[in-house]
């Protein structure tokens, strides 16, 4: 009898292993988002156990390592740490863009990238599920799969109004994703931008999401300058046209400012620029700035967001502009 229990739970596993397969072939998810991987996902953010009906599925906010800590109890199969990329971008992404999961939705406002990121399940999702194998299942599948694409565009609007609208200096407008640096990035590019580089041209904005957001490749192009996806680019760069300097900003909440190394990697990854560089770093606070104070570099400029009309200059040589190992022309 010892080894009867085992085999059960054993069994009870695989079937609902299967089950969930099913499921996400039913709502036609392509099959490398119906693997045991990603149905192993979805059993988690359900909080299924192999014995507890469909009926009885729960929606609790849940993380990638949660997702991971409850597959290794509930099913016994255990998933490396550094898996946690896997999930998320073979079954958690896909989840999310048709609906079937939504992200921080304790917290619109955390950002994409935060450790602290957790998925549930969409309501109209989990009633559909919990009718899983009972008589009402295909009619409420052909319902929801009917209605899928107006239910996406709703979770679209609502995740939208979240987002951080940002007018460029020509009057146009990005939106950025909710939290982080973004509304620091917003600052930059609406106060910073007028005050010290008045008429200049915001030619890069990096995003969470979007690492991309808004490029202006031929702005680049024309100053002699190629990025590759790769890079670790700076988060805003400006064209400031008036005097052909290239504002490289890092807008820093919690890490990255300008310290030497990075202005290494600066210079060496703008290196054949046609307008000279100017490295800073943009904090929101006084308090921000005091953590990294000892860190920023020599000849690089900072910017508080709550003081908006002043800068601090790292050294005495001169105020906003570029040196001359970073200007174009002979050294």
Known sequence: MATDKPNRKAGAGKRRLAE???VLT??????????ETAAYTLLALLDLQPDVPWAEAQAPLRGITPVIGFVATAYGVRYAPNTR???RDDAVKFFVEEGLLLRNPDDPNRPTNSGRTVYQIEPTALALLRKFGTPGWQSALQQYLASRESLKHEIVRKRNLARVPVTLPDGSKVALSPGGQNP???AVIEHFCP????GGVVIYIGDTENKFVHLESAGLVALGVTLDSAAKIPDVIVHYTAKNWLLLIEAVTSAGPVDGKRRKELKDLFAGCKAGLVFVTAFENRRTMQSFVSR????SEVWISEDPEHMIHFNGERFLGPY????????
């Open 324 to 331: 001359p190992d970073v200007t174009p022309g002979p050294k």
């Open 195 to 198: 005050i010290f580089a008045p």
């Open 26 to 35: 039913e709502l036609q998810f392509a099959p490398k988002q119906r693997n």
């Open 85 to 87: 990329e896997t999930i």
């Open 20 to 22: 969930a397969i099913e």
């Open 296 to 299: 920023i570099a020599w000849e």
């Open 184 to 186: 620091l990035i917003k």
